[in-house]
């Protein structure tokens, strides 16, 4: 993984998934019964922490079955140590009011540096599985409920014999540069003051590069030309992958979508420093550097238009 990827938040998974193993019981039961087995425990979809002086997130096993009864339970893999990690999800509101743990959600934690940021990778992983199984529990193809299988990253009906897997949607999220500045955009649920990259799904059919013209196209009538690949960043909300990229600026007058975006206009170089350093004139930010926006803001302030070379 490269420095760059390293960075942004939710990329760092330490764990061994063994995808191969999934079906392999025996493997699976043996971490799972382990005592140094551990368990992220969501609530919904909202992770459980330790309170103490540092959060915790992984349970042992006594102490999650004290919590409630898991509706799911997902292998997430097996650690450095050995240990199987694993993920159970309890239905909303089904937790004991046991003292010692409290509801975070996970962009607060992340947002707050609340874990190290390789258990938070980890708990981007728990979160879209867990996500996934409560949204798939019937059959996409005949209707039929279906049943959990391979350590919880697959679900088969048994009435059509359809295999259904875990769902990623791909997200395009682009700087535009023309020069000197850059294109920027806010959505009305933003935090007051806050610009950031314009982003979209990527279509059945498409290619990323061209989901990133149609978008920028689609939202500030912007033209873009070359189209330069940066990094990616798991997005669990609920599962998405955001593919980063720069893109050439073709042309300059923009014309704002407003049914997508609130306001989009050019930010010079400078204004994007002043922006990630919290001094903007006019109290303008960037987005958290959990987020892969604020590092194509950063790159693009620190080498300007040279990142459509890289």
């Not at 609530?43 to 042992?60: I, M, N, Q, T, Y």
């Not at 769902?167 to 920027?184: A, F, K, Q, T, Y």
């Amino acid at each position: 993984m490269t420095a760059v990827s390293e960075s942004i938040g939710f990329n760092l998974n330490p764990l061994n998934r063994h995808s191969d193993k999934r079906d392999d019981h025996a493997f699976i039961d043996r971490l799972h019964g382990s005592p140094a087995a551990r368990f992220l425990v969501f609530d919904g979809d909202v992770p459980l922490l330790k309170r103490g002086s540092e959060c915790d997130a992984w349970f042992r096993a006594d102490e999650a079955a004290a919590i409630g009864e898991p509706l799911q339970r997902i292998f997430l893999g097996e650690a450095a140590d050995g240990s199987g990690r694993f993920a159970l999800g309890l239905a909303l509101n089904d937790v004991s009011p046991e003292a010692g743990h409290e509801r975070i959600d996970l962009r607060s934690i992340a947002q707050q540096g609340l874990v190290a940021a390789s258990e938070l990778g980890i708990l981007a992983e728990a979160k879209s599985m867990l996500d996934w199984h409560r949204r798939h529990s019937f059959c996409a193809n005949c209707g039929s409920p279906s049943r959990v299988t391979s350590a919880g990253w697959q679900r088969i009906c048994d009435t059509c014999s359809t295999r259904h897997f875990p769902r990623v949607d791909p997200v395009v999220i682009m700087l535009v540069i023309d020069g000197e500045r850059c294109l920027l955009g806010r959505q009305r649920h933003f935090a007051p003051g806050m610009y950031s990259a314009l982003a979209g799904f990527v279509e059945p059919g498409e290619t990323a590069e061209d989901a990133v013209r149609r978008e920028v196209m689609e939202e500030a009538h912007v033209n873009c030309g070359q189209v330069a690949y940066f990094a990616s960043q798991p997005w669990p909300f609920p599962s998405s992958l955001m593919i980063g990229c720069f893109a050439q600026a073709g042309s300059t007058e923009i014309v704002v979508d407003v049914n997508e975006l609130e306001d989009a206009r050019w930010f010079s170089r400078d204004e994007v420093v002043a922006m990630l350093a919290g001094t903007h004139a006019d109290g303008l930010s960037a987005p958290k550097p959990f987020a892969i926006a604020h590092h194509l803001l950063r790159a693009y302030a620190e080498k300007g238009s040279a990142v459509l070379n890289t």
